[in-house]
């Protein structure tokens, strides 16, 4: 089945230490997305790219980057983080932007 | 911001009752569409509405769209336990920069 997949699924870190979550995609969507989650909210967009154009958010923090080495694979790497980092992160991907969006299940990260 | 709103934040109904959800967003719009996301897992699509249409329906699922109130509701018929979740509007604005916007949710709970 077609599908978005996002390792892992809970990442444990330390204050400082980088980390970097992944995301593929087998539904070869031009979009991909990557939201950040807190409890009980909205995701919030920190960044997407259509094909390789990166397109950042304004208030997107300078210690959060993204890759988008090819088509089917997408990263976010998280420099120096902080306990207010601590989140879930969710991937996902559309055939065209503004349309129906696929979501992976989602990164919980960690802060210690 | 663009971040819609949703009303009620929280809503506890009997199974078998019919749940309505409703989203107010604040700029004009291409498209609106909901998400239901289970307790720690990825958002899924529901369904689509687009500017031209006022009312849309899935299986149990009725939406209606009210561009000139800039508003939209969500009907779940004869609710079942599965239902249980949170529910998020997204509306993609008509500048059409592949972004969707969510709203602030509503958490459904059906009692058994």
């Known amino acids: 089945d077609a599908m978005v997949i996002q390792n892992p699924r809970y990442q444990v870190t330390q204050f400082g230490k980088p980390v970097t979550l992944s995301c593929s995609q087998t539904?070869?969507?031009?979009?991909m997305y990557w939201y950040q989650q807190k409890s009980s909210q909205a995701p919030k967009l920190l960044f997407h790219?259509?094909?390789?154009?990166?397109?950042n958010e304004a208030d997107t923090p300078d210690n959060f980057q993204s890759r988008r080495p090819n088509t089917s694979f997408c990263f976010l790497d998280i420099r120096s983080p902080g306990l207010g980092d601590a989140a879930m992160y969710l991937c996902a991907t559309s055939g065209h932007g503004g349309e129906t969006q696929y979501f992976g299940p989602g990164t919980r990260l960690l802060v210690l | 911001s663009q971040q819609g709103e949703e009303d009620p934040q929280a809503l506890s109904i009997q199974e078998g009752e019919n749940a309505t959800m409703n989203c107010s967003y604040k700029?004009?719009?291409?498209?609106l569409q909901w998400y239901r996301q289970n307790s720690g897992r990825g958002l899924v699509h529901l369904i689509l509405?687009?500017?031209?249409?006022r009312e849309k329906h899935s299986g149990r699922l009725r939406v209606t769209l009210d561009t000139s109130k800039k508003s939209s509701s969500l009907l779940i018929t004869a609710s079942r336990a599965a239902d249980t979740a949170s529910y998020f509007c997204?509306?993609?604005?008509?500048?059409?920069?592949?972004?969707?916007?969510f709203g602030t949710g509503t958490r459904l709970t059906i009692i058994p």
């Open positions: 539904l070869n969507h031009n979009v």
């Open positions: 997204a509306t993609e604005g008509d500048f059409g920069n592949e972004k969707l916007t």
């Open positions: 509405i687009r500017s031209n249409e």
């Open positions: 790219y259509y094909d390789k154009d990166f397109n």
């Open positions: 700029t004009s719009i291409n498209n």
